[in-house]
């Protein structure tokens, strides 16, 4: 857009993180993580976004990464002498006066709700730690409406017994959702945005990842790796196995490429655990017979 506007001007030159950018290479290659380069990129909006903004959202797809984005910034910056911790919970799990709290209409007591109970812990200067309160689950208008105050700059929740919780300095909320269908522009206005696509990472850094753990298991099991990467290699990846999925197959439920291939390795996993502890390696044809099943 801005290019369209301005076009003899230049493009103005790219902000370095190098404690962020090496930490979270570190950190993704300790786990035996499959780097990639769009999907880090994800990983230095998230943290560009934390520094300007209080409350933001991860959306995307399930198994686009959303939620080791989320934790291999916090750990970075926990190795980076910012101690950060994330405390998640799933605020569908529970009924709204259960999220918030509830006051009895005879007695009127006040039985404080699970995010409150959260946000009064964690809202706290003494605490020597910065926390990330997550709200992983699907945005709803029933209980984001009453997080308004708190992502706009009053950053106060306003509960119904009148109390009035101020956010601290060292307290961010965090909301990782698939979409925000049910979120009304006055929420969506007042927080920051990190859209991870499906093809941002796709399916094969997936697969990756599953292959190089295979080893930590024994010597033996490098034999099972190049068995199944060769099979994906000539089954999945070369013919375009999901495309035409997608293209001639109509499924139950709606499922990306991720989700297929990752129950796909978790069955396969099942199937393989009796040999992991007996150490034994199949032929070839048997690990094209076990995955052909899955």
């Known amino acids: 857009l801005l290019k369209d506007l301005f076009p003899k001007v230049k493009d103005p030159p790219k ?59 916090t750990e970075c910056l926990t190795e980076d002498n910012t101690s950060t911790k994330m405390q998640i919970m799933n605020p569908k799990a529970i009924t709204d006066s259960q999220m918030y709290g509830v006051k009895d209409p005879v007695s009127e007591e006040w039985t404080p709700g699970v995010f409150a109970s959260i946000w009064q812990k964690y809202n706290n200067r003494t605490l020597k730690y910065t926390t990330w309160i997550v709200c992983d689950g699907p945005v709803d208008a029933i209980w984001i409406e009453n997080l308004n105050t708190v992502l706009d700059d009053n950053k106060i929740l306003t509960l119904a017994n009148n109390d009035r919780i101020p956010m601290t300095d060292n307290c ?22 990190i859209y991870v696509s499906a093809s941002d990472l796709g399916w094969k850094p997936l697969v990756d990842s599953w292959l190089s753990k295979r080893t930590d298991l024994g010597v033996v099991r490098q034999v099972e790796k190049d068995a199944v990467a060769t099979i994906v290699q000539k089954w999945i990846l070369e013919p375009d ?6 293209r001639n197959v109509e499924p139950v439920m709606p499922m990306n490429d991720g989700m297929m ?33 899955c």
């Open 241 to 246: 196995f999901y495309d035409w999925i997608h």
């Open 172 to 193: 961010k909320i965090v909301f990782e959702v698939e979409n925000l269908n049910n979120a009304s522009p006055a929420t969506v206005s007042r927080a920051g945005i």
């Open 15 to 73: 902000k370095v993180y190098k404690n962020i950018e090496e930490g979270s290479a570190r950190i993704l290659t300790k786990k035996k993580l499959t780097v990639c380069d769009s999907w880090n990129l994800k990983i230095i909006q998230l943290y560009e976004t934390s520094l300007v903004r209080h409350g933001f959202m991860l959306v995307g797809p399930t198994l686009c990464g959303k939620s080791e984005i989320a934790r291999t910034l």
């Open 261 to 293: 291939i990752v129950n796909t390795l978790n069955l396969l996993d099942g199937l393989l655990l009796p040999s992991i502890s007996t150490n034994e390696v199949f032929s070839e044809e048997v690990y094209r017979k076990m995955f052909l099943y």
